[in-house]
């Protein structure tokens, strides 16, 4: 048997259907990225705007139209959000909820009564990646979240908070390590709150990765402010644990912060970023911004402009509010009009795009090391084009001699210009 895997929103999402197209395969059902071959399609949804249960529910249609054959298996927060809806409109077959995720191929072949081949129909601890997925990996480490933002839908869909036991994450992250994979991100709905339920922390995973893994580069997923333990930049003095964090703030301006539920507010979060930077070299910080929260005015606007600029973020994730039933802030008045989100979000973007470029700017004659995870021809004849990310995730391209493939190989670059259209760094690789 085949199966086609499918799926849009967050990391974490990433990082479970990589773990299922392992546990299948150990199973006997192989991956295939031909969904008109699969025997089985499984899709995991998002919910986090409007606009993704949208997307989400075009994905699950295409599916279907694709390869209406093959059973059909939805997952995710809006599987979890909607689940009669989703069966009864969407054509679906089987719907696991986001609490019986890390059981879903279990789950698909007991309810769709699949045939299964032996288990030692791969060889003992195999876990070979998706073909889209060679350099990195996502390794889910914990689900749930025990905080209720004023805006978000997925601690609804996400439930209480689990934690992965140290020691599997390490045994998952080795086996990765002889499969090829140089980078692994570690992901989760808080990631920051690894180990609440099992008396761990994600500073002693952290620790406990590098210290038993031979793994190359670690990164870590979206962390909340608030949950960056006093010693945390002391993990930085292993250079493979790389110097980039996202840290979703959402807005910039305390009123809003407050009418959002959020446990952070801006000079802490300027304090926080000023240590980063003190205590980690070349340390980028990346975040998230909600425009438009109910009563946001054009002053608390301006405001969380003047924190993006201060800040100095090398990139922002900008979200038009979007409101979600079940939410406090669904039901908060104000409601920003879509002309006024739309506007406030195209000021943004440039001004993001002014301060990437002076980051950019700021690394030519430096050298990075990269890991090299994909080519293009670049315009004309001539060397392939290689692409890959320095340490702390700024994109790099820069050619390669002609009939070497240097996909996921670490190299060394000398960053040597700009790419103005892509807001990319160029290089020339040495050595």
């Not at 499918?6 to 990433?14: A, D, I, K, M, V």
């Not at 339920?197 to 997923?221: C, I, K, M, Y």
């Amino acid at each position: 048997m085949r199966v086609h895997l499918q799926t849009l929103g967050c990391r974490l999402n990433e990082a479970e259907l990589e773990s299922w197209a392992r546990d299948f395969r150990r199973n006997g059902i192989e991956p295939t990225n031909d969904i008109g071959e699969a025997d089985l399609v499984v899709v995991n949804t998002c919910a986090v705007t409007q606009e993704s249960v949208r997307k989400s529910r075009n994905l699950v249609r295409r599916a279907h139209r694709a390869n209406p054959q093959a059973k059909l298996v939805m997952s995710g927060c809006y599987a979890a959000l909607s689940s009669e809806a989703a069966a009864d409109e969407l054509g679906v077959d089987l719907v696991v909820g986001n609490q019986d995720k890390d059981r879903l191929v279990e789950i698909v072949q007991r309810e769709l009564s699949l045939p299964v081949m032996p288990r030692l129909a791969t060889e003992p601890g195999e876990l070979a990646l998706m073909p889209r997925s060679r350099q990195r990996a996502f390794v889910k480490v914990q689900d749930g979240c025990r905080y209720r933002c004023a805006y978000c839908v997925v601690t609804l869909a996400r439930g209480d908070e689990r934690s992965r036991p140290v020691n599997d994450v390490v045994e998952e992250i080795r086996t990765l390590v002889q499969q090829g994979v140089k980078e692994v991100v570690l992901a989760g709905v808080h990631l920051g709150g690894y180990g609440s339920d099992n008396g761990s922390s994600l500073f002693e995973l952290v620790e406990a990765v590098l210290a038993h893994t031979s793994l190359p580069r670690l990164r870590l997923g979206s962390l909340e402010p608030w949950d960056l333990p006093a010693d945390f930049w002391s993990l930085f003095e292993n250079s493979r644990l790389m110097p980039h964090l996202h840290l979703p703030m959402q807005s910039g301006a305390d009123s809003v912060l407050r009418r959002m539920s959020r446990r952070c507010r801006s000079d802490e979060f300027l304090r926080l970023v000023a240590q980063g930077r003190a205590s980690v070299p070349d340390l980028q910080v990346t975040t998230d911004i909600i425009v438009g929260f109910p009563g946001e005015t054009e002053e608390e606007w301006q405001q969380t402009l003047d924190f993006v600029r201060q800040v100095g973020f090398a990139h922002v994730h900008i979200f038009a509010f979007s409101p979600r039933e079940g939410t406090k802030a669904a039901a908060l008045p104000d409601q920003v009009p879509r002309a006024v989100q739309r506007e406030r979000s195209a000021q943004l973007h440039e001004q993001v795009a002014r301060q990437r470029r002076q980051i950019l700017e700021g690394q030519r004659g430096r050298r990075h090391t990269i890991l090299v995870e994909d080519r293009f021809d670049g315009r004309g004849e001539g060397p392939a084009i290689w692409r890959g990310y320095t340490p702390s995730f700024l994109r790099v391209q820069a050619p390669g001699p002609v009939g070497l493939d240097l996909e996921n190989r670490l190299r060394e670059v000398e960053i040597t210009g700009i790419d103005e259209d892509r807001l990319e760094l160029i290089g020339v690789l040495k050595g």
